[in-house]
């Protein structure tokens, strides 16, 4: 092939080969003992990244792996097999280590809204979560900002990180409008349920406090009076003034929860699926709905019936302009929700309906920014 051809498709060759070296590791890792359904695949991530030199951002593969029950992150230039930089120890609750296997991908931030990347959050398997500077050049320095390790639950996924703008009235005094939540998703040891956690993080990530487990709130149940009457105002500011939240999905994911309008959507199987097996299609299945910052009611009840556990979710543009949520096949297609809603700013349990035609207004998953387009 010319030098100018392999230029050409050199990142593609690249990322093909990195690929493989994942999966290759992956199928001769004690990994490869656990159900298909508790790890996502490790593929690379292609970032744009600062770089010193005056020519701007320059892109970079992310790739995440595990050695030896390790976690790692390496950096590729495009046209490279080979790591220029590599993350291999990490800051633990006493002193430097190495991390537990990443199930979940890095989640790749910008922290200061100029369109490149500038950090990474980790999450590795214990619950241990890190924010780690990075630049085109290579890693910089990494900060723990969570140790959820618990007897229970193990962490295979995340959502992403969502950013936050709370109006006056809907925040307690002292607390920062801006705020950041990071998703994640937890699997439980025993019976292989599934729970959503909600890490709040402080607008400064860097000044925030270490994160426990038994620091959060357990909202999987929702009492009589929650469930009639909504959270009072007190526990409303309870709930923001703490470090998060988390909650059972009652099955176990069978796709990764979406986050739309405010409202995290989660297709579960309730049937049919252990800690060693992972669900099928023939399993009973529902969609789980939760308030993004709460974890409480949107609609009048948190699960709806799903029809099939086949296809995917979308998100569809009815006639009147509302939005609805269906489980799209290539063989067949299922409503699993009809007039869907964003959360409004105007009161702690408030709706409205979710319009797409007004898009992209409504990408701004209702945390309450008034930019259109927003995060």
Not at 16 to 32: D, N, P, R
Not at 105 to 124: A, E, T, W
Not at 300 to 325: E, I, M
Request: with cysteine; hydrophobic share 45%.
């Amino acid at each position: 092939m010319p030098a100018s051809q392999l230029a050409k498709f050199g990142p593609l060759l690249a990322i093909i080969v990195l690929t493989l070296l994942a999966a290759v590791v992956l199928s001769f890792s004690a990994l490869a003992t656990v159900a298909a359904c508790w790890r996502q695949a490790a593929v690379p991530q292609l970032l744009e990244l600062e770089d010193s030199s005056s020519a701007g951002p320059r892109q970079r593969f992310l790739q995440h792996n595990d050695t030896a029950e390790s976690g790692q992150l390496a950096l590729y230039a495009l046209d490279s097999t080979l790591p220029f930089s590599s993350l291999t120890a990490w800051p633990l609750s006493e002193g430097v280590g190495p991390a537990a296997p990443f199930y979940a991908s890095p989640q790749p931030f910008d922290s200061n809204y100029d369109g490149v990347v500038d950090h990474l959050f980790s999450i590795d398997f214990t619950g241990r979560v890190w924010l780690t500077g990075i630049t085109a050049a290579g890693f910089g320095s990494t900060l723990l900002l969570a140790d959820l390790a618990s007897r229970e639950w193990r962490f295979i996924g995340s959502l992403g990180v969502f950013e936050v703008s709370l109006p006056l009235l809907l925040r307690p005094s002292g607390l920062q409008g801006r705020h950041k939540l990071l998703l994640l998703i937890a699997r439980n040891i025993s019976n292989g349920e599934d729970a959503i956690v909600s890490l709040r993080l402080p607008a400064d990530i860097t000044a925030a406090s270490l994160l426990r487990f038994d620091t959060l709130v357990d909202r999987s149940v929702l009492s009589a009076t929650e469930r009639e009457y909504g959270l009072s105002n007190e526990q409303w500011f309870s709930l923001l003034n703490g470090a998060g939240w988390w909650a059972r999905l009652s099955g176990q994911l069978t796709q990764p929860p979406q986050v739309v309008a405010g409202v995290i959507y989660s297709a579960v199987a309730t049937s049919d699926f252990s800690a060693l097996e992972c669900a099928t299609e023939h399993a009973e299945h529902s969609l789980v709905a939760m308030h993004l910052h709460s974890a409480g009611l949107v609609y009048n009840q948190r699960r709806f019936l799903l029809a099939s556990g086949v296809g995917k979710l979308t998100l569809q543009l009815q006639p009147d302009g509302t939005a609805a949520l269906i489980l799209n096949s290539v063989t067949e297609q299922h409503t699993a929700l009809t007039e869907l809603v964003s959360l409004s700013p105007d009161c702690l349990e408030c709706t409205a309906p979710l319009r797409l035609d007004q898009f992209p207004r409504w990408l701004k998953l209702a945390t309450y920014r008034q930019e259109t387009g927003a995060h």
